[in-house]
């Protein structure tokens, strides 16, 4: 396991961002990312990278990971999209098993186009019961969340404000949005 508690870190490793590399100038494809890489080699290299990295068992709450280098690591996961720690539930893993069995392991594809089962239609329903609402949608990653309701929510008049720290899904989706609106000008 690597350990970089009492290691000294060069200080260019604790700076910079991955925003600083967005726009690559020059002719030279190698020469453009030139840069990026050295600054991420370096971060890499004193533990700094955050990327690239996969867990050695589960998503737990508490796991050992490993990173592209090979430095094994355990912590607390605040990382992987396990947000309800579900992934582990012995019944949850018994429907999947059971499910799997019945149905193969395959993605369905959009709902809009017969992508849902009559498992997920039956999930959705017991959401919108359950919230007490008339209807639920299930979206299958982080990402598609975001889009829907960024795009389901929002109106062409409307702003939404973010700072630097929100996911980068949010941002794409809310610039897609408003590449498709017309966004009036203020009066």
Not at 46 to 55: D, H, K, Q
Not at 117 to 134: C, G, H, N, P, Q
Not at 161 to 177: I, P, T
Request: glycine share 10%.
């Amino acid at each position: 396991m690597s350990d970089t508690t009492n290691a000294y870190i060069p200080p260019a490793a604790l700076t910079g961002s991955m925003r600083d590399f967005r726009v690559p100038g020059g002719a030279d494809l190698l020469g453009r990312t030139e840069g990026f890489f050295k600054w991420q080699n370096l971060r890499r290299q004193n533990g700094l990278w955050p990327f690239s990295r996969a867990t050695e068992d589960g998503p737990n709450t508490v796991c050992w990971a490993q990173d592209d280098s090979g430095n094994k690591m355990r912590g607390v996961n605040f990382a992987s999209q396990d947000y309800l720690s579900l992934s582990s539930h012995s019944g949850i893993k018994a429907t999947a098993k059971e499910t799997i069995e019945r149905c193969g392991v395959h993605s369905a594809g959009s709902p809009a186009l017969v992508g849902n089962t009559s498992y997920s239609v039956a999930l959705e329903r017991k959401i919108a019961d359950f919230l007490k609402m008339e209807e639920a949608v299930l979206y299958p990653t982080g990402w598609a969340a975001g889009f829907g309701v960024i795009k389901g929510l929002v109106r062409s008049a409307d702003h939404v404000v973010m700072d630097m720290l929100s996911h980068s899904s949010a941002g794409r989706s809310k610039c897609r949005h408003q590449q498709r609106s017309s966004v009036p000008s203020p009066r």
